[in-house]
């Protein structure tokens, strides 16, 4: 557990529910995510501050710890095969890697064709990535989205391969922290799903904070 000391905080901001978040972590600084109200789904992504080419990898990371879900020591891997950040601390004790981001397809194929136009993680990715400077000045699109995590979001996964999107094990206060290894940044959909349990059906806000 790393010691939280309030005066070397960077920066500080809690996301509405359903909102996107993009932000850089210095490599050496902590990153924390609380679940405010418990039961918040946060899907992130993370990317080379350096070369939005160079991302995180479900995987490389899936395969270098040899387990599909996230703890404290997690090693978050690049699609290059680089460590971006290491889970240092966390009090719900496991995130999901492979249920991936709602989207307007899947709301169809999953709940009913008149969910298509309900907002997604998806559509807050891409809100995100439209408004942003990074890149090197290029646009990022669709193309360079990838597999997230899940944090607190709870996916149990049958014997016999099933996905189940199952009520969430978090609780209000609860958070995972994280150590940058490189500069990276965070890209961030605090969910708007209203169809699964992974938000108890009432998206709530989360908090984002870095410090040295």
Known sequence: MTKFDENRIVYREVVKAGD????EVKAGQYFRIVDLEGNQAV??????AADQAERYSATD??????????????????NRGNKMLTIVDDTCGRHDTIGGACSAESNTVRYAI????MHSCRDSFLMALGSCSCNHGKTMTKEDLASNINFFMNVPVSPDGHLDFDD???APGRYVEMQADMDVLVLVSNCPQLNNPCNGYNPTPVEMIIWE
């Open 43 to 48: 899907d992130t992504l993370f990317y080379s």
């Open 20 to 23: 996107p978040w993009m932000h």
């Open 114 to 117: 008149e969910k298509r136009h």
């Open 61 to 78: 990371t899936i395969r270098e710890q040899g387990k599909i879900y996230l703890t404290t020591g997690s090693e978050l891997m690049s």
């Open 168 to 170: 969430g094990i978090s």
